[in-house]
């Protein structure tokens, strides 16, 4: 698979946010990612990246037009030749989250006496403790913890496992997981076994909550779901559903300006917001239902 790299002009905070936003919430022409970074401080200068799969170029020049871009507002740039995998773990530290502690399996030896130690490696699957997503999504779990014992638990969009890991261990009760990539999956399942939750955790290749599986299991004490906003717009309805009375949902995978957007779509179906944990430029919600 030959994925498509596509970059903007330098821009102001407000346009490029805009953007990114388009870019997320597109259902067509879908990104895989989307990132937004900032290429001068000093002048408040941002540029906006974007990873395809799968790229109709006229329908996004279309959609860019439609919401006032350039139709060659992004440009497609190269991905250089690069192991990855070997490139991010020169540089990966540990992350400590509350009483969880991520780390590679070149940092064994670093593991606390105390709390719960995960041992994820990067690679295909998204998931290494490190982004400000999942550090708020441990953060959620932690503070769930204090409050209620989860029976059951779904973690959709599960990536590299890690977010179901740490609920299994933590509680030690039955976790469904779901991720629309078959290869994540496989990571999933195998940092399962590595950190001894395996026997806890079933595993299924799902776009969302689309599962005959995750339908049998429903209704959860608690449901993850760490993905980007548009797709938790679009989803907010069949996951909202799978929250059982007084159950808690944890929403992540947002910029600080889409959390009033999720929490509307969400209170409309019934949940509350309990609690905002802020990594940053991102944010996580904690909201349960009555």
């Known amino acids: 698979?030959?994925?498509?790299?596509?970059?903007?002009?330098?821009?102001?905070?407000?346009?490029?946010?805009?953007?990114?936003?388009l870019l997320s919430e597109l259902a067509w022409p879908q990104a895989a990612a989307v990132a937004l970074h900032e290429t001068d401080e000093s002048r408040s200068l941002w540029r906006v990246e974007a990873y395809y799969e799968t790229l109709d170029e006229d329908a996004l020049a279309g959609a860019l037009m439609a919401a006032g871009f350039g139709a060659n507002e992004m440009r497609a740039?190269?991905?250089p030749e690069v192991n990855w995998?070997?490139?991010?773990?020169?540089g990966l530290a540990p992350v400590r989250a509350g009483r969880f502690f991520i780390h590679g399996s070149h940092d064994r030896m670093m593991r606390p006496a105390a709390g719960i130690s995960i041992e994820i490696d990067a690679g295909v699957a998204f998931g290494t403790?490190?982004?400000g997503t999942t550090q708020g999504c441990l953060l959620a779990l932690e503070h769930v913890g204090r409050l209620a014992r989860p029976r059951s638990v779904l973690d959709v969009g599960t990536g590299s496992g890690?977010?179901?890991i740490a609920a299994a261990r933590l509680w030690r009760v039955p976790v469904v997981a779901s991720d629309i990539d078959a290869a994540a999956i496989a990571v999933a399942r195998a940092n399962a076994r590595r950190n001894g939750a395996g026997p806890f955790i079933r595993l299924v290749t799902a776009p969302g909550v689309r599962h005959a599986l995750v339908r049998r299991c429903a209704p959860y004490d608690l449901v993850l779901a760490n993905i980007l906003a548009g797709p938790l717009r679009r989803m907010a309805g069949d996951i909202c559903a799978r929250v059982g009375r007084g159950g808690w949902l944890v929403l992540s995978g947002l910029l600080l300006r889409q959390e009033a957007m999720l929490e509307a779509a969400c209170g409309a179906r019934g949940m509350r917001l309990a609690r905002r944990i802020r990594?940053?430029?991102?944010?996580?919600?904690?909201?349960r239902r009555p």
């Open 1 to 21: 698979m030959t994925m498509r790299h596509l970059v903007s002009a330098d821009m102001d905070r407000a346009r490029a946010g805009v953007l990114a936003d």
């Open 162 to 164: 890690v977010l179901a």
């Open 85 to 90: 995998v070997e490139e991010s773990l020169k």
């Open 77 to 79: 740039e190269p991905l």
């Open 279 to 287: 990594m940053g430029e991102w944010s996580t919600l904690i909201l």
């Open 129 to 131: 403790g490190h982004h």
